[in-house]
């Protein structure tokens, strides 16, 4: 019998009711058909490239699942904060404080 966990709270994962995540760092490699020569040697790297995606996938349960939308809600909302205050300092008005005599 395999029962499958939640990779975050070890809690057992019912009726096929989860959810699969991936993250990554902004620095990874995917492979472009215009960087190959040959069709062969980019389905090879393609094909790595969707080996190391299925490894590095998450199974996550419906509780950490909302949990993570969370998370991404409030760092947008801290983002839109962000730029207004950003915004905000852009618009402010010059002011040259060297007078000439």
Known sequence: MF?????LCNTPLKD???YMLYSTTPDIYCPEPSNYESQTKYNED????LTRLKKDVK???PTCKLVYDKIFELRLQNLSCLSNELL???NLPQYNNKKKK
Do not use: L, P, Q
């Open 3 to 7: 029962i499958n966990y939640c990779d």
């Open 16 to 18: 096929n009711n989860y």
């Open 46 to 49: 393609y094909d790595n490239y």
């Open 59 to 61: 199974s996550v349960c």
């Open 88 to 90: 905000a300092i852009y």
